[in-house]
């Protein structure tokens, strides 16, 4: 069945069963012109908002329905997580073909809703139209955190130092994997680096965690690739910094692939992008507590990866002898402040 | 110059001088991985989505860049004006062909500051993407409303008056007219009619009056069509209505365009859409002081088009000789209440 023969409205109605959409602060669900919630006293609402479309961040011979829908969502708790912020309610436009099978969007559905649950996310609302090409997702997504307590972009300050959550470049090392299926590598390391692309894992109890640490001075999500991530901390922050390649955490996996494809594995973890691993910096007094809460509360390795410096220094990314590496792909002139 | 030669960051930094997202209760403007801002103390958040597709929902050759964003904006302030309440705070992800020119943007995010400061909302941040046929708009707003007072959908019951504001089958016509730019109507009915279809206004301040009023039991705005709309107020409420066709306000530019096009203005009017008129319940008792409150307080003509009825009546359009009409097109058997 076509999404075209049971139309909009068969198609709202017939998601529109599978949603909880109620409960929590929730005063409006869905089905009115807008929703409408409550946030608790004290907090302050966060908003975002990332897309998915066909042909540009997904292929759908790469990935199922349903694992399309769950990164399409897991992509914006991360932006959450990387404010230090709690998830809460969720919007989705949707651009479909009208050939689309009524069953690909059900199993969309069940993506969102799969990680909606997960992460305690209710589905709001949302908007479907005709885009006669490629299917595209918009997901808008709201979240709540302590006003005093957010991690921002903006707080980072020379000499402090820059930490990174798991392990980088696996993302880049599975999308490499879906288009060269035939890379010679063990089977453990094949799914380890496809699921990071195909389902990436927000860093949300992490976030939280940063958060009421205290200690943070300033954090990001890895989407854009590390570097270019870090280049959006120097902005904000007016600072700059340098990435030490020798501390970079790269998986046994992402090396194995490299090694097998003929790949460098740490232009993977520098610029591959698509990590959602949470990259933040602390001053070096506040390195001992903090490291110690993270490796109290959280399962993940947590590594030293550069230090901020004056903003007249750069974005540099240094090799273990000392030099300057890919210094012309750094993208920072790009991201210079404006006068 | 093209979007793909100044690139995301360059196109994202170009157009950040321009938008103000600071002031109000901004916590964290645009530029970081969310935005950030708080409410006031017994407010409750309201959310809502829609899409403006290239080829879709428009065309660039009918409407400025700047028209098009604006009207993107203002369909999204009709639905927040139809909850009774206040916008405050957008997002907006964009799709884009790499070829689209820089100019054509700086035009849209024109018309988005344009509209968005004639209604108070600013702009907190959204989301950038290769859209390799068309341009699609979607707009995420955010809004307020006393909890207590929101206009919703389902309140509706039978005896109860159907109410319009301003004029139906408008953008139906300047719709019309902009495909068929022969028609012979005077100037001054193109332009209202072609207005009325590329810039709609929300009726915002009527919104919050009469949520304001605490008289009004349901509402809409009319955006899919009359009788469309309605259906969502008989679905939601679990009533039936019925809409007197005598009673429809058509403006005199509707029905010189109707006649030069040999069109039926009422059906224009029934199922057009795009009107973004609001469309109402009151009691019967309560028609005098809302009548009164709204021709002292707005400048708009408000008119009673029908009246709600028990849900087994079902959804009709009553012709002025008392004859069911139009019965087939109402699409009301879509709208029935899953089991």
């Known amino acids: 069945v076509e999404v075209s023969q049971i139309g909009e409205f068969g198609l709202i109605e017939r998601l529109r069963g599978k949603i909880t959409d109620k409960g929590g602060n929730v005063v409006v ?68 073909p009208p050939g689309t099978d009524v069953e690909f969007v059900d199993e969309l559905y069940a993506g969102f809703c ?51 959550s798991g392990w980088l470049g696996d ?35 992490e976030g939280g965690l940063l958060a009421r640490l205290g200690k943070v001075t300033s954090a990001i999500d890895v989407s854009d690739g590390l570097v270019s ?12 910094a340098e990435i030490w390649e020798g501390h970079i955490p790269i ?13 460098d594995p740490m232009h993977m973890a520098l610029y591959g992008g698509e990590d959602y691993e949470l990259v933040f910096t602390v001053k070096e007094k506040d390195f001992p507590e903090v490291a110690r809460a993270l490796a109290a509360q959280s399962g993940l390795p947590f590594t030293v990866i550069g230090r901020i410096t004056r903003p007249e220094k750069g974005l540099r990314v240094i090799r273990e002898d000392g030099e300057e590496s890919h210094a012309g792909s750094t993208g920072w002139d790009h991201f210079k402040k404006t006068p």
Chains 1, 2 share one sequence.
């Open 229 to 240: 991530d870090i280049g959006h901390i120097c902005r904000e922050s007016n600072v700059g």
């Open 171 to 205: 993302s880049a090392a599975g999308l490499y994997l879906l288009t060269h299926p035939e890379s010679d590598v063990p089977a453990e390391a094949r799914e380890r680096l496809t699921r990071a692309h195909i389902t990436p894992t927000p860093r949300l109890a």
């Open 114 to 164: 799969a990680e909606c649950e997960l992460y305690g996310v209710r589905i709001l609302g949302g908007n479907m139209a005709r885009l006669p090409e490629r299917i595209s997702i918009d997901v808008f997504l709201l979240g709540e955190g302590e006003k005093e307590r957010l991690l921002l972009r903006s707080g980072a300050g020379a000499g402090e130092l820059i930490l990174a």
């Open 251 to 263: 998986s046994d996996a992402a090396q194995k692939l490299a090694s097998a494809a003929g790949l």
């Open 29 to 96: 669900g869905i089905g009115d012109d807008a929703a409408a919630f409550g946030i608790r006293a004290g907090s302050c609402v966060l908003a975002t908002c990332d897309a998915q479309i066909e042909g540009v961040h997904f292929l759908r011979q790469n990935a199922s329905p349903k694992d399309i829908g769950r990164k399409a969502v897991a992509i914006n708790i991360s932006d959450i997580a990387a404010m230090g912020g709690r998830p809460t309610f969720m919007l989705v436009c949707l651009g479909l």
